[in-house]
């Protein structure tokens, strides 16, 4: 079956500008989680959907927000972009059946602000 | 706080020998601790999973044990190849969440 699929796989954008980035997950799967990942800091959880809910969120502002369709694609959205910014977006999907499934992550998209 | 700590020096090893790559943590008992494997500009890519109950856990030439005591997750790859060089990560849930946190991995480098 298809995997996670993520687009774009690169970006740039200015500072201040905004951006949507898009992830389709496993069929079947109902759970998407987003995470950013950067040299300094490794891979960080952004927030987690499930059946169109944000279901837990992780520690970042509030110009970072995602939701989720009923096909269970996913957008997550940053605003007003600073140079801090740029890192890899990662989108996982799994199940979301238990609390021990495990993850299958997209390619990622390659934010760079500028 | 909590912490997951893997070493962040890349381990350097000959093909054929035995990798061994550690996943320390701090401040939780978790219900279960994960393996990845990421290679360079890619997603990470699951391997393997153990639960608090269980001591060790194989899948081929991997293995994995879990040790709540120490609070350590020891990763073994045996008769190990160039193709094995990647970054591992552990993961397990903190906090009182599911949602596994990531260690910030260890560069495996297998020399032919």
């Known amino acids: 079956k298809a995997g996670v699929t993520q687009t774009p796989r690169y970006l740039i954008k200015t500072r201040g500008q905004q951006v949507t980035l898009s992830c389709s997950p496993i069929?079947?799967?109902?759970?998407v989680s987003w995470y950013q990942q950067t040299p300094g800091q490794g891979l960080q959880f952004l927030f987690e959907?499930?059946?169109?809910?944000?279901?837990n969120k992780g520690n970042f502002p509030g110009r970072f927000s995602g939701r989720q369709f009923s096909n269970s694609r996913s957008e997550m959205n940053v605003s007003t972009l600073e140079l801090g910014d740029s890192a890899l977006y990662l989108c996982?999907?799994?199940?979301?059946?238990?609390?021990?499934?495990?993850?299958?992550f997209g390619q990622g998209t390659r934010l760079t602000v500028v | 706080s909590q912490k997951i700590e893997q070493n962040s020096e890349a381990l350097n090893i000959q093909e054929g020998k035995t990798a061994t790559l550690t996943c320390n943590y701090t401040?939780?008992?978790?219900?279960?601790l994960q393996w990845y494997r990421q290679d360079p500009g890619r997603g990470p890519v699951f391997l393997l999973l153990?639960?608090?109950?269980?001591k060790e856990k194989r899948k081929e030439r991997l293995k994995v044990t879990f040790d709540t005591t120490l609070k350590q997750s020891l990763f073994h790859i045996t008769a190990s190849q160039p193709a094995d060089s990647a970054t591992y990560l552990c993961?397990?849930?903190?906090?009182?969440?599911?949602?596994?946190?990531f260690g910030r991995g260890t560069s495996l480098i297998v020399h032919p």
């Open positions: 996982a999907s799994s199940s979301g059946a238990g609390k021990n499934t495990e993850a299958f």
């Open positions: 069929s079947g799967h109902r759970s």
């Open positions: 959907y499930f059946s169109e809910t944000q279901r």
């Open positions: 401040n939780y008992s978790p219900a279960y």
């Open positions: 153990i639960r608090e109950n269980e």
């Open positions: 993961a397990l849930p903190v906090g009182g969440s599911y949602i596994p946190t």
